[in-house]
């Protein structure tokens, strides 16, 4: 790795990241701007985690050779990387980001474009879910407990104030846009209330919750008796949920995306729709994905339990391919 200041040093590489701020004008004025100074044959790849590729492709004169490249976070951790294939990208452009992701040791995925793509769209009706029951007077802590037990590394609230709140406000409102059907809300979330207030999770101290360096001079997180106060405007009185309400009702909008995602060819296979959730957010391995998480439970009674929760709104729906599995009695593995 050789650090540069300088455009000129660009002449000779055969592939540029770009990740500059989540910004489609900013990236689309950066990526003008390098496309005239490198090789014809240069790939460009874009580390946007939900701008979509076919759009910042708009305008550039090699549309073939421009790829997106999604890194997750914290990056020298996830293995996982999103290699997103545009409207234009040329087959040799994927196969060498592919290549490249690999030997960077990591485990690519090859996803078409929307917004989103694959994992961030069926990450956000998770979080739909998490608001909703916020919304509807559950206390946020008992969410993420119930969560971790079910055996995500963190539940909903923590994952945020990790991530960083504003980061997803922001990913939250690209969602909106691109399928308002189902992931426009209509009420004000708890974040977007905590957001206003310039806590944006771990790397502002507080969030959901409050951080303080341990002893190794990790964050630790804290409740926050201030917290409660900030939302008290946009949540119901407190009601105590039972854990396998909870579970459902995060769980059964990101599987139902899933399976639109699947119907949609966003992603090719289960086999590639698991990994990416197990590599990619940390998807409880011992349940293998959602694809195997809904053959345990038995496709019927997703779809049923699905049912159950209609009236939340059309996240809640269970989409064709998952009815159609029902009523054949199939699986998605075996």
């Known amino acids: 790795i050789r650090p540069t200041l300088n455009y000129g040093d660009f002449k000779e590489v055969d592939i540029i990241i770009e990740a500059v701020v989540e910004n489609p004008k900013v990236k689309k004025a950066v990526f003008a701007e390098v496309e005239g100074l490198v090789r014809d044959d240069t790939i460009i790849a874009s580390n946007t985690s939900t701008i979509s590729i076919s759009y910042l492709a708009e305008g550039l004169k090699r549309p073939q050779n421009f790829v997106g490249m999604h890194f997750f976070n914290p990056v020298h951790m996830m293995p996982l990387v999103e290699v997103i294939r545009g409207k234009q990208s040329s087959d040799e452009a994927v196969a060498a980001t592919v ?19 694959f994992v961030n769209r069926v990450l956000f009706p998770y ?47 690209v969602m909106a846009e691109g399928f308002p059907d189902r992931m426009k809300p209509d009420f004000t979330s708890t974040t977007q209330v905590i957001v206003e207030q310039k806590r944006y ?19 630790k997180k804290a409740p926050d008796p201030e917290t409660y106060e900030l939302i008290k405007g946009v949540v119901a009185a407190r009601k105590e949920f039972a854990p396998d309400e909870i579970v459902a009702r995060c769980m059964v909008p990101m599987v139902n995306e899933v399976a639109r995602c699947l119907e949609e060819k966003i992603v090719a296979s289960p086999h590639e729709a698991d990994m990416s ?4 957010i940390g998807f409880p391995p011992f349940r293998g994905g959602a694809c195997r998480y809904v053959d345990q439970m038995g496709v019927a009674n997703f779809v049923a339990l699905a049912d159950k929760y209609a009236a939340l709104g059309k996240l809640y729906e269970a989409p064709k391919l998952l009815r159609d599995m029902a009523s054949g009695g199939k699986k998605f593995f075996g």
Not at 204 to 218: H, I, L, S, V
């Open 99 to 117: 290549k490249l992701s690999q030997k960077m040791g990591k485990t690519p995925v090859v996803v078409n474009d929307c917004p989103g793509f």
């Open 127 to 173: 979080f739909a879910g998490f608001h909703m029951l916020l919304r509807d007077g559950a206390d946020f802590m008992a969410v993420d407990k119930a969560m971790e037990k079910f055996g995500w590394p963190m539940g909903p609230a923590y994952l945020m104030d990790v991530v960083g709140m504003d980061t997803a406000v922001h990913a939250a409102a």
């Open 201 to 219: 999770g771990q790397k502002t101290g507080k969030g959901y919750y409050t951080y303080a360096p341990d002893k190794k001079g990790k964050p």
């Open 277 to 280: 959730l197990i590599y990619g």
